[in-house]
Structures are given as C-alpha cells and as structure tokens.
C-alpha cells in the first residue's frame, strides 16, 4: 500500500526510547540507524523513518496527519498505548472502542515526544 512514512524530530535522544518502546510492542524491527534517527520495518514491507527534517529546518507535526499502525490484537492496542505514555509520550485518546467508525473498531491514540499524532487500531471482534 505504501512504500514508508517519514516522522521529523528535533531531539533523536529524547525521541528514542518511545519509538524504540513503541515499535518493539508494534513488533516493527530495527531496519537501520542512521545520525539522528532510525529506520523501522523490513527490506520489502512499508517503513518508518524518524529523524530530522531533510531541509534543516524544525521539524513539526501536521495539523490534522496521524499515523495509524493497525495490529491483530486489542491487547496490542493497551500496550501500545501504555508503552508510549511511559516513555515521553501524550495520550490523545485512551484505548477503548470506537463504534462510531464500526462496531469492532478498538483503538488508541498518542503524541510522540514531537507531537506527532499515532495510533494503534484493531479491527477484529476477536482481539
């Protein structure tokens, strides 16, 4: 569906430990580490990118952009979530359903030290 998502930070070393938390529980590997940031994800499926911004210039949050990783489990979503509020971490929106989208939709929403907005969503009844 898409090839990466890049994400700016200002700060790779306060950014670091919720993206190396939140990715291990999103069980996105470590693909590379480069000067002020990191790759996740694998050689031939999609990829996150943190670090600065290529043009120099602050790095900042759109108004309006989030990121959704979708998971197998609601579990996952709990401790998605918990993983990133205990490591620099925002809540934007606990973990719970959201029946407004569809009636197994179960999601959670935070900021990364950044203030890029993130999300965990599972669709399954089952999770």
């Known amino acids: 569906m898409f090839s990466h998502i890049t994400l700016g930070t200002n700060d790779w070393e306060k950014a670091k430990p919720f993206w190396l ?20 994800g694998s050689a031939t499926g999609p990829k996150t990118f943190i670090g600065p911004a290529f043009n120099g210039e602050a790095a900042r949050p759109g108004n309006g952009v ?26 934007e929106g606990p973990p719970g359903p959201r029946p407004h989208y569809h009636p197994n939709y179960y999601g959670a929403y935070v900021r990364d030290p950044d203030g890029n907005k993130l999300q965990a969503v599972c669709h399954s009844a089952k999770g």
Request: proline residues 2%; without cysteine.
């Open 66 to 91: 989030h990121i959704a990783y979708i998971v197998s489990n609601r579990a996952t979503v709990d401790a998605f979530h918990a993983a990133a509020l205990a490591n620099g971490g925002t809540d």
């Open 21 to 40: 938390a939140v990715m291990a529980t999103l069980e996105h590997p470590i693909l590379f580490e480069h000067e002020g940031g990191i790759a996740f």
